[in-house]
C-alpha cells in the first residue's frame, strides 16, 4: 500500500466518489462524505460562477457541524473537481474559491499544469490528476500531483482504454503515491479488487447516478438500474474526447448508437453551456451498471458497499 496523506489516509471506505458533471451536487457530496467515502463534484456545476461560494460554504458547514457531533465517527473529506483545459474560462476564478475554502483534496483533469497544483498546495491540499495513460501519469507527478487516478477501459464519461490490469502495474513499476482505480467499480468486490491489482482507492461514478441525491432526472436514474454493459457506447461525438455514454439517450436525441460519426477533436469543450447541455440530454455512464438494481440513497448504497466488501474479503481470507 502507498504512503497516505493526511486527507487520504484513514478512510472508513477506500472509495472515492467522482465527479459527475451536472449530477454532483453538495447534497450528495454531503452525503458520501458522512457515509464513509470521499464526496465531489465538479466546480463547473455551480452555476453561476457565484454560486461556488455558496456551495462550497454549505459542505464546509455541513461537515464541520457533523465532525463536531460525531467525534467518533467524522466525515470523509470531499473533493473539487477542476477542468484544466483551454475551454474552462472559470478555472483561475474557481480555484481561488477553492483556496478561500481550504478544499481539502482536488481532482484535476484533462491538463496537468504546475501553478494549479501548487495553488492546492498553498493551503495543504491534496491533488489527484486524472491519465488515461503510463505517460500522462508520469507528466501530472513531474508537474507536482500528489496522485493519480487511473482511468481504465469501461469508466463513465471521459474513459480511458486501457485494461485497469495493464494501466495499473505500469504505474506501480515507478510510483508509490496514492492511486485511484476508476472503470466498471460498482459493487463491494470490485472494491477489492482494485486493491488487489495495486490500487489504494476505487473511484465509483455511475452508480451514484442512481441515488436519491443526485442531481439526474428520475428517467435518467431508472436508466442505470435497467441498462447494463451492453447500453454503453463509447464514442467522441459529444465533446471531441472518447467517453462512454447510455444508448437510451442517444437513440432519444435522434441518433443510432451503432453509426455515429467521429468528432473534430480540436472542438473540445467542456466548461461552456454547450457542453453542459450535451451532457444534460446525452447520459454518461460506465461499464459497471449491471451490479446496480435500485435508486437508493447515497448512505445506503455506501452501506451495501461496505457489506459487500468484508464479504469479498472473508471469501479471499478463507
Known amino acids: 500500500m502507498s504512503i497516505l496523506p493526511g486527507a487520504l489516509a484513514k478512510l472508513p471506505l477506500p472509495i472515492i466518489g467522482s ?21 465531489s463534484m465538479p466546480s463547473l456545476n455551480a452555476r453561476p460562477a457565484s454560486q461556488l461560494d455558496e456551495w462550497l460554504a454549505e459542505i464546509t458547514e455541513t461537515l464541520a457541524a457533523y465532525n463536531l457531533a460525531h467525534p467518533d465517527k467524522p466525515a470523509a473529506p470531499y473533493a473539487i473537481n477542476q477542468i484544466v483545459h483551454k475551454s474552462n474560462d472559470r478555472l483561475e476564478q474557481d480555484m481561488a474559491v477553492c483556496v478561500k475554502y481550504k478544499v481539502p483534496i482536488y481532482i484535476t483533469s484533462l491538463g ?7 495553488a492546492a498546495h498553498s493551503h495543504g491540499g491534496v491533488v489527484l490528476h486524472d491519465i488515461i495513460n503510463n505517460t500522462f501519469a508520469r507528466k501530472a507527478i513531474e508537474k507536482g500531483a500528489d496522485g493519480l487516478i487511473a482511468v481504465a477501459a469501461g469508466a463513465g464519461g471521459h474513459a480511458g482504454v486501457k485494461s485497469p490490469f495493464a494501466l495499473i502495474q505500469e504505474i506501480r513499476q515507478w510510483f508509490n503515491g496514492p492511486v485511484a482505480l476508476s472503470g466498471s467499480i460498482a459493487s463491494g468486490g470490485a472494491v477489492l479488487a482494485a486493491q488487489a491489482m495495486g490500487a489504494d482507492f476505487a473511484y465509483i461514478g455511475s452508480a451514484f447516478i442512481a441515488t436519491a441525491e443526485a442531481r439526474a432526472s428520475d428517467e435518467y436514474k431508472q436508466a442505470i438500474v435497467d441498462c447494463n454493459s451492453d ?9 471531441g474526447v472518447h467517453g462512454n455514454y447510455l444508448a437510451p439517450s442517444i437513440r432519444k436525441a435522434g441518433l443510432d448508437p451503432a453509426n455515429l460519426p467521429e ?3 480540436s472542438k473540445m469543450n467542456f466548461g461552456g453551456d454547450v457542453a453542459a447541455k450535451a451532457w444534460k440530454d446525452i447520459w454518461g455512464c460506465g461499464q459497471g451498471i449491471g451490479a446496480i438494481d435500485k435508486v437508493q440513497t447515497a448512505g445506503e448504497f455506501i452501506a451495501q458497499l461496505q457489506r459487500e466488501y468484508e464479504v469479498a474479503r472473508q471469501r479471499v481470507c478463507a
Open 112 to 118: 496537468a499544469r504546475e501553478d494549479i497544483f501548487a
Open 231 to 239: 447500453d454503453v457506447v463509447l464514442t467522441n461525438l459529444f465533446t
Open 19 to 39: 465527479p459527475l458533471f451536472i449530477v454532483s451536487n453538495p447534497k450528495l457530496v454531503i452525503a458520501q462524505c458522512i457515509a464513509g467515502v470521499v464526496g
Open 263 to 265: 468528432s473534430d477533436p
